[in-house]
């Protein structure tokens, strides 16, 4: 099972980045796909979660309204659109799957990626 994130990079305030979750080894059918984050000094985020039946959630109240989370399973990858990015959002963002339905808690994910670096800067 692997996964690979991208997309991250430097953006300024009010920018837009979305990145992407591809998955290799597995089908997307039966996962769900959570977005976390680790900003420096900070413990790690759930941020987003796409079930395996499509439907998204978002767990952090400051990114409602800005972030959505999609999938299109013919590619199997999970997206992450973020819009009106802040200093507040810089962090690692992971991608991590588990069986169909999601969850804001770390330990219930049981494969990672490596992490992208957003920082959002002027």
């Known amino acids: 099972l692997q996964l690979v994130e991208s997309g991250g990079g430097l953006v300024q305030p009010g920018g837009s980045l979305r990145l992407s979750c591809a998955a290799s080894?597995?089908?997307?059918?039966?996962?769900?796909i959570g977005w976390f984050r680790q900003a420096p000094g900070k413990e790690r985020e759930g941020v987003s979660c796409?079930?395996?039946?499509?439907?998204?959630?978002n767990y952090v109240d400051s990114v409602k309204g800005r972030f959505t989370i999609s999938r299109d399973n013919a590619k199997n990858t999970v997206y992450l659109q973020m819009n009106s990015l802040t200093p507040e959002d810089t962090a690692v963002y992971y991608c991590?799957?588990?069986?169909?339905?999601?969850?804001?808690?770390?330990?219930?994910?049981?494969?990672w990626g490596q992490g992208t670096q957003v920082t959002v800067s002027s």
């Open positions: 991590a799957a588990r069986g169909y339905y999601c969850s804001a808690r770390m330990n219930d994910f049981g494969s």
């Open positions: 080894g597995f089908t997307l059918d039966y996962a769900a």
């Open positions: 796409s079930s395996s039946s499509g439907g998204g959630t």
